[in-house]
T-cell receptor
């Protein structure tokens, strides 16, 4: 049983398309993180959410605490957005992290 | 500010050996977390340190241990290595537990033969 489920697992988009990646979780959380991992392993923390919505450039992250669901949107996608996007949650007690298996995004020029 | 640094970047060991990995957080950051990433299991939380104290621990056997020094640098140790310990080990720092953003290091890629 996975505490964090992501969909889709793989996603291919044309440059310029609007992209949505979904994350559902089954545990009580204190925060949800969206991470980006490029080939080679480097991980960048994109957002930390505990409620509502955050926006950074072309990236938007939302969370619905009641439904235990978060989405990451990328507007006007670009080939440099190609990466694995990982959803992670910190448990409500704060002492555990759980990770989704990631969504591999490829944006084609 | 310099980013999170991890040493070594690559390591090959044989079963039964032990290994120590090092992580230097961003200057001023006092919280360091360690993660293991494998193709099969994905990312998994190992432990979190703050002010030289282990705050949280993931579901890993006692062969995995860590510590944090007064300068916030952290080490993790894996004893009696198994083939399944082959993974990318990542550390991340933040200014405090629960802080807004974690900054990840490049990772140490460990291969156990």
């Amino acid at each position: 049983k996975n505490e964090v489920e992501q969909s889709p697992q793989n996603l291919t988009a044309q440059e310029g398309e609007f992209i949505t990646i979904n994350c559902s979780y089954s545990v009580g959380i204190s925060a949800l993180h969206w991470l980006q991992q490029h080939p080679g392993g480097g991980i960048v923390s994109l957002f930390m959410l505990s409620s509502g919505k955050k926006k950074h450039g072309r990236l938007i992250a939302t969370i619905n605490i009641q439904e235990k669901h978060s989405s990451l949107h990328i507007t006007a996608s670009h080939p440099r957005d190609s990466a694995v996007y990982i959803c992670a949650v910190r448990s409500g007690t704060g002492n555990q992290f759980y990770f989704g298996t990631g969504t591999s995004l490829t944006v084609i020029p | 500010k310099a980013g999170v640094t991890q040493t070594p970047r690559y390591l090959i060991k044989t079963r039964g050996q032990q290994v120590t990995l090092s992580c230097s957080p961003i200057s001023g950051h006092r919280s360091v977390s360690w993660y293991q990433q494998t193709p099969g299991q994905g990312l998994q939380f190992l432990f979190e340190y703050f002010s030289e104290t282990q705050r949280n621990k993931g579901n890993f056997p006692g062969r995995f241990s860590g510590r944090q020094f007064s300068n916030s640098r952290s080490e993790m140790n894996v004893s009696t290595l198994e083939l399944g310990d082959s993974a990318l080990y990542l550390c991340a720092s933040r200014n405090q537990p629960g802080g807004e953003t974690q900054y990840f290091g490049p990772g140490t890629r460990l291969l156990v033969l």
